[in-house]
């Protein structure tokens, strides 16, 4: 069985400096929804566009220097690297913070979890 190579790093940067991340888990809804409309077939025959949206649940290590103010965090980028050169790296553009908490435990270090959402995302 020959080895496979996984996805790299993901980094959060705010006002131009990186966090790492421990995890992050993405739900991005399409904003597409069925037209139901009084037909025949009692069924939807269509769909309507609307708006996509990404929220972000995001747990980082909190380092010693950290932001004065998790909870006013506004125009921040995360990225997902790829393992090796070559590879699309995806970025979720302008996260804003819809909430944050903190996490402390005996055996881990602290710990940041934070909402986002994001009004973009880019595979380059």
Not at 31 to 60: C, D, F, I, P, Q
Request: proline share 3%; hydrophobic share 35%; aromatic share 6%.
């Amino acid at each position: 069985m020959a080895l496979k190579e996984y996805v790299g790093s993901i980094v959060l940067e705010v006002d131009g400096k990186e966090y790492e991340v421990i995890d992050l888990n993405v739900d991005h809804q399409t904003g597409k929804k069925a037209v139901k409309t009084m037909n025949r077939t009692g069924r939807a025959l269509g769909y309507h566009k609307g708006v996509e949206t990404w929220e972000l649940s995001v747990t980082a290590a909190i380092p010693m220097e950290e932001p004065a103010d998790w909870e006013s965090i506004e125009g921040a980028k995360i990225t997902v690297f790829p393992p090796s050169e070559g590879g699309l790296r995806e970025t979720y553009q302008d996260c804003v913070c819809v909430s944050a908490g903190r996490k402390y435990s005996v055996e881990n270090e602290a710990r940041i979890d934070l909402k986002l959402s994001a009004l973009n995302h880019i595979k380059e």
